[in-house]
């Protein structure tokens, strides 16, 4: 039986949504992607729909209503996501908020690639799936 991984998007670039959706449909039939427009969107779905528990969570940086760093600082507020891997997503790597992602708890800093291929690549790491089995040597 396969191990079915999920995985949160909260990004409020829909282009930005379709690419990673696309990455994720392609190195693994095992993972599933949903995806929120906002923090506030994660927050209440994440507290309200208390038996969703995705495996990981990416977090764009910029977003209006509330950004990737106070989204973070909510989501590690509910104690049932705490085995949930989760990822600071964004255009530039500041380093400021890149160390401040990291004391609140994120598990790693990713700049958005500008290539889909990179996108791939970089997933397939972070959900343990060989390069191979994507196509890449």
């Not at 949504?17 to 449909?25: A, L, P, S, Y």
């Not at 392609?26 to 992607?33: D, H, K, L, P, V």
């Not at 990981?56 to 977003?63: C, E």
Request: proline share 2%; net charge negative; with cysteine.
């Amino acid at each position: 039986m396969e191990n079915f991984k999920h995985c949160l998007l909260i990004d409020d670039d829909i282009d930005d949504q379709d690419i990673f959706k696309w990455c994720v449909k392609e190195i693994g039939a095992n993972i599933t992607c949903s995806t929120v427009d906002s923090g506030v969107d994660a927050l209440f779905m994440l507290s309200n729909q208390t038996s969703y528990l995705p495996d990981y969570m990416f977090i764009d940086m910029n977003m209006s209503k509330m950004n990737g760093i106070e989204c973070l600082r909510k989501i590690k507020e509910i104690t049932r996501l705490n085995n949930s891997k989760v990822f600071m997503y964004s255009t530039t790597a500041e380093p400021r908020s890149v160390k401040e992602s990291q004391e609140l708890g994120a598990n790693d800093f990713i700049v958005k690639p500008a290539k889909v291929s990179e996108l791939k690549i970089t997933l397939s790491k972070i959900f343990g799936i060989g390069q191979e089995a994507i196509g890449y040597q």
